[in-house]
């Protein structure tokens, strides 16, 4: 051990020693509020890794190189100072290739890089990984830094990164609590290796080193929100200001695809992406069991990979959605085209006969449309008539996270801006959107008071037909 006076934190100690040693790969995140000691933890654990395993290579990653420079960086040289560590003879620090060095431990090293160009990383071979900021990278970057733990000799790997707790559920939710991995045992290749995934929380009220001062400021200064998720480290409230604010993990069900029902086919027409879900509709309840979201595309190749899923499908498609999608479209050659129209002959070009087209004349307001979708999601009485099956991970992930701008009852989109630094961004809204027209359509909340009836109309009722299909 690296002597020094140190008395690590509880929650410092949990990340630094791992739970199970014959575990082949440890994957940790520790969510801390201010000043809980993350930046020290993660620069401390890198350096005694290095010691523990002579030649090891490390990688310190962080959305931007200044944050690296400035904070991480600056950590592990105040570590060698407390340590008495002297340039040149415990460690090297070579600046151009933003590297450390250390001679007494066969040469093991760290390289410091930022994630703005993650293709750079793919030919590393990589002993322990330390992710700083990790909720400012995206879900692929952490998956490719998992896959460059493959430094031949090293007994155990480690990925471990610090976050602040986050508000909304996002792919660290999902990895590290939602999907609750702990030890588990994984097939790569011939071999079995176990992984164990793990969250520590970690509240600034547990470091001994903060003033009492600055603790008792944020309690007064920080409304209970606030406080709980930037000083406690816990879980925000994810169900603020959500869209879909009666969802929950019950609404998710592997509801089948079924040949012998209808499938209604519900589109948005957005290019980049352009996002169709498919449902089934059968005892008072929506069964969406799949979408389809493709990026940079247009009717033409989303018809196609619906064919490609559904070819042969003769039981009936009710198409439907955004409205507005009645208008010329502006990529066809045709004057007369319109988006549904591309898309209907394209069904037929394409070998399928029995489909009809059945839209409002005009798209709902949006909060109608809102009140149609929660109410069908789990109303009053605690029913849920959504189910959405879990391949359909864009409609599942705007559930859980689309939001209002808060203060207004205008839901939040990115921008331009926000796309490029964030690509996935860029399926907010739309899938939803084509999914609430689809429930709003056939299950409309009636917010104005109905016009009175005759006896008689109250008493007949009659199917009616559509395109030659019987309601």
């Known amino acids: 051990m690296i002597p020094t006076s140190y008395e690590l934190l509880p929650a410092q100690q949990a990340m630094a020693h791992i739970e199970y040693p014959e575990v082949d790969l440890d994957v940790c995140v520790y969510q801390g509020g201010f000043g809980s000691g993350k930046t020290f933890i993660g620069a401390f654990l890198g350096i005694e890794l290095c010691r523990k395993y002579p030649g090891i290579r ?26 008495g560590f002297q340039e040149g003879r415990d460690y090297v620090w070579k600046a151009t290739e933003a590297k450390l060095i250390f001679p007494q431990w066969g040469n093991s090293e760290i390289l410091f890089r930022p994630l703005q160009a993650p293709y750079k990383l793919k030919s590393l071979n990589l002993g322990w990984v330390h992710v700083e900021e990790m909720s400012e990278i995206t879900e692929d970057a952490f998956l490719m830094l998992l896959s460059r733990l493959r430094q031949k000799g090293i007994p155990r790997y480690r990925l471990f990164g610090t976050t602040n707790p986050q508000a909304h559920k996002g792919w660290i939710h999902r990895h590290f609590v939602a999907q609750n991995h702990g030890l588990q ?50 879980d925000g409230d994810y169900t603020a ?105 394209e069904l037929s070009r394409l070998g399928f006969s029995q489909f009809s087209l059945d839209l409002k004349s005009a798209n709902p307001l949006v909060e109608t449309r809102v009140a149609a979708w929660n109410a069908m999601v789990c109303n009053s009485e605690g029913l849920r008539r959504v189910k959405i099956h879990p391949q359909c ?79």
């Open 393 to 471: 991970q864009w409609l599942i992930w705007n559930c859980e996270n689309l939001k209002y701008i808060p203060g207004t009852s205008l839901i939040w989109e990115p921008t331009y801006k926000q796309i490029e630094t964030h690509p996935r961004l860029k399926f907010t809204k739309h899938v939803w959107d084509a999914a609430s027209y689809l429930v709003e359509r056939y299950d409309p909340i009636l917010l104005t008071q109905p016009q009175a009836r005759s006896a008689k109309s109250q008493i007949v009722t009659r199917p009616f037909r559509m395109n030659g299909f019987l309601f």
């Open 185 to 234: 045992l994984e097939k790569i290749g011939r071999r079995e290796v176990k992984i164990h995934y793990r969250r520590i929380i970690a509240p600034s009220t547990e470091n001994i080193y903060l003033s009492p001062a600055y603790l008792l400021n944020m309690k007064h200064q920080f409304d209970p929100d606030y406080y709980q998720l930037n000083v406690l480290g816990q």
């Open 241 to 345: 200001g959500l869209v879909c604010k009666t969802w929950a993990d019950a609404n998710i069900e592997e509801t089948p695809y079924r040949p012998d029902l209808r499938i209604y086919l519900s589109c948005d027409f957005n290019v980049d992406p352009m996002c169709w879900v498919l449902a089934h509709r059968f005892n008072g309840e929506y069964h969406f069991f799949d979408e389809i979201c493709l990026e940079n595309t247009n009717i033409v190749q989303t018809v196609e990979a619906f064919t490609n899923r559904y070819y042969g499908h003769t039981s009936g498609i009710i198409i439907t959605g955004d409205a507005s999608g009645k208008n010329r479209s502006v990529a066809s050659e045709r004057h007369n085209d319109t988006y549904y129209k591309i898309l209907l002959n």
């Open 58 to 83: 490390g990688l310190v990653v962080a959305k931007t190189f200044p944050l690296l420079r400035d904070t991480t960086l600056q950590t592990y040289f105040e570590h060698f100072e407390t340590f």
